[in-house]
T-cell receptor, first 116, second 111 residues
């Protein structure tokens, strides 16, 4: 399995500021995924972070708003820039890891962001 | 598109009854179908998954069925217990565990 440490676990931020969320994995992984879960909603993929190349963003998400770093195979950051109340969500990172003979997605504990 | 439709959005059952949640997808390249349980304030936890080469999988009180021809899959929980109350998400993956999630089902198991 993969153990992911995500921080901060929660934060309350002023609009117009930026917050950087960190994810540390206990093993090397090729891809890391960043999801957003708006209040009462499902998870939506923001982007896929690959080491050594730019992140791949899903439709509706742009690099200027959600810059991502992936400096090595165990770490990634997601920044939520120029925040507005609409950015209030839970942000989760995820990696693919092994459980027995199969792979599955493992999630960090999430960052609950409130923008005021 | 690549969306996953999930029904019902809310489900209330009596303790001991069965609960069934259904999902449909459109992307034929999908080959991995996990189900997650998310309790309030916690991260999603995988409860069962199925891959495209299998039609059914069971783990104690939980089972998942997959119909690739019709592009739908279902979660079945038998003998429901109050601790089964949570939000359940289906998802589909096409490789690399990049997942597209369903819209979620709020399951409430009543005493």
């Amino acid at each position: 399995s993969a153990v992911i440490s995500q921080k901060p676990s929660r934060d309350i931020c002023q609009r117009g500021t930026s917050l950087t969320i960190q994810c540390q994995v206990d093993s090397q992984v090729t891809m890391m995924f960043w999801y957003r879960q708006q209040p009462g909603q499902s998870l939506t993929l923001i982007a896929t972070a690959n080491q050594g190349s730019e992140a791949t963003y899903e439709s509706g998400f742009v690099i200027d708003k959600f810059p991502i770093s992936r400096p090595n195979l165990t770490f990634s950051t997601l920044t939520v820039s120029n925040m507005s109340p609409e950015d209030s969500s839970i942000y989760l990172c995820s990696v693919e890891g092994w459980r027995g003979l199969n792979t599955e997605a493992f999630f960090g504990q999430g960052t609950r962001l409130t923008v005021v | 598109g690549e969306n996953v439709e999930q029904h019902p959005s809310t489900l209330s059952v009596q303790e001991g009854d069965s609960a069934v949640i259904k999902c449909t997808y459109s992307d034929s390249a999908s080959n991995y179908f996990p189900w997650y349980k998310q309790e309030l304030g916690k991260r999603p936890q995988l409860i069962i998954d199925i891959r495209s080469n299998v039609g059914e999988k069971k783990d104690q009180r939980i089972a998942v069925t997959l119909n690739k021809t019709a592009k739908h899959f279902s979660l079945h929980i038998t003998e429901t217990q109050p601790e089964d109350s949570a939000v359940y998400f289906c998802a589909r993956g096409g490789g690399g565990n990049k997942l597209t999630f369903g819209t979620g089902t709020q399951l409430k198991v009543e005493l």
